[in-house]
């Protein structure tokens, strides 16, 4: 079990680069592709609520991927409540755990506990990350739609 929270602190820390450096470039392309093109605001705002969904979907069945990798191949305690083989069973501990809903139906156990406080907090980071990135693009679109909506209204004036 020491052996093993050393691994599961290595482990963490990957996964919070990777999961991080993912999610920055997801953001990056989709602040290529708004800067590039000039969609309107209802196409702009799909685009960016479905992307970031994803960015959230990615993270997620890394750290599931990881967990179920753990238990089943690198020999760590299996979650309780969930069949060792049951790789969906580890996605939706991961969604539970990455959004902090805890459901409370699935336990991680050994050092798996430290990968899962981990997830957490990496959780909780890029849905704020996704909450202020979201905030601002809004911001512009609710300026775009503004200043569309006046020049329509003086056209119509005239």
Request: glycine content about 8%.
């Amino acid at each position: 079990m020491d052996e093993q929270i050393y691994y599961a602190i290595g482990i963490s820390i990957v996964l919070v680069i990777v999961t991080t450096a993912i999610f920055y470039e997801i953001l990056c392309i989709v602040l290529r592709i708004v800067s590039k093109y000039d969609p309107s605001p209802r196409p702009l705002m799909f685009f960016l609520v479905l992307t970031i969904f994803s960015a959230h979907t990615i993270a997620i069945w890394i750290y599931g991927t990881v967990y179920w990798a753990l238990a089943n191949l690198a020999g760590y305690e299996p979650l309780i409540g969930v069949a060792r083989d049951d790789f969906f069973g580890y996605i939706y501990f991961s969604a539970a755990t990455y959004s902090s809903l805890g459901i409370g139906d699935i336990f991680p156990q050994g050092a798996m506990q430290f990968i899962t406080g981990v997830e957490v907090l990496n959780g909780l980071m890029l849905i704020g990350w996704s909450v202020m990135f979201t905030y601002f693009a809004v911001e512009k679109l609710w300026n775009f739609h503004s200043i569309e909506g006046l020049k329509s209204d003086k056209n119509e004036e005239k």
